[in-house]
Antibody, heavy 121, light 110 residues
Framework: EVQLAQSGAEVKKPGDSLKISCKASGFVFINHWIAWVRQMPGKGLEWMGIIYPGDSDTAYSPSFQGQVTMSVDKTINTAFLQWDTLKASDSAIYYC??????????????WGQGTTVTVSS | QSALTQPASVSGSPGQSITISCAGTSNDIGTYNLVSWYQQRPGKAPKLIIYDVNKRPSGVSIRFSGSKSDNTASLTISGLESEDGADYYCCSYRNGRTLVFGGGTKLTVL
């Protein structure tokens, strides 16, 4: 079965660092772009950026450039999203999602279950 | 960056058809046939229902259809069913190797 399994919910304090994960199974991980999408409480979806596991090529939304870092570990078929310094406004659900086609990243057909990040003092 | 513009809510009765609009610019919808639509039920991850403006992934009901005119894309759901009640998001490629979502539309089936 094709799926993305995300790491569990996190509760952090402002100023903490954090790295959440997205483990792929059932497909050739290095061939499909992986996107990250934020959903703040009660709000809509926001595209954060995308990474190609084959060569770690990345593209970030201007809104998230410099705020987060995307990476992959091909040896364990896992993508990561990382913050160096969390803020309360980073509290949200974060989804990873797989690009439908191996040739581009314009549609996302497989989604993880989401990781809830809560940042509070 | 600014989101695509969707109505906050739409409603319809079972059996009716509804259309959700998604307004963009010449930097996204107007230039690229790379519009996708996602359905999100409460507490669940989004689900791809339309891609490349009007293509349906395998398993998605033929009641869902997409179209585009100039800078605006549309999602039409025909023969509304109670299970269609959900939030719907459009998404488009935008100049500069980015994607952008719409603000989302809540569909209520009366």
């Amino acid at each position: 079965e094709v799926q993305l399994a995300q790491s569990g919910a996190e509760v952090k304090k402002p100023g903490d660092s954090l790295k959440i994960s997205c483990k792929a199974s059932g497909f050739v991980f290095i061939n499909h772009w992986i996107a990250w999408v934020r959903q703040m409480p009660g709000k809509g979806l926001e595209w954060m950026g995308i990474i190609y596991p084959g060569d770690s090529d990345t593209a970030y939304s201007p809104s998230f450039q410099g705020q987060v870092t995307m990476s992959v570990d091909k040896t364990i078929n896992t993508a990561f999203l990382q913050w160096d310094t969390l803020k309360a406004s980073d509290s949200a659900i974060y989804y990873c999602a797989r690009a439908l086609r191996v040739t581009d990243y314009y549609a996302l057909d497989v989604w993880g279950q989401g990781t809830t990040v809560t940042v509070s003092s | 960056q600014s989101a695509l513009t969707q109505p906050a809510s739409v409603s319809g009765s079972p059996g009716q058809s509804i259309t959700i609009s998604c307004a963009g610019t010449s930097n996204d919808i107007g230039t690229y046939n790379l519009v996708s639509w996602y359905q999100q039920r409460p507490g669940k991850a989004p689900k791809l229902i339309i891609y490349d403006v009007n293509k349906r992934p395998s398993g998605v009901s033929i009641r869902f259809s997409g179209s585009k005119s100039d800078n605006t894309a549309s999602l039409t759901i025909s023969g509304l069913e109670s299970e269609d009640g959900a939030d719907y998001y459009c998404c488009s490629y935008r100049n500069g190797r980015t994607l952008v979502f719409g603000g989302g539309t809540k569909l209520t089936v009366l």
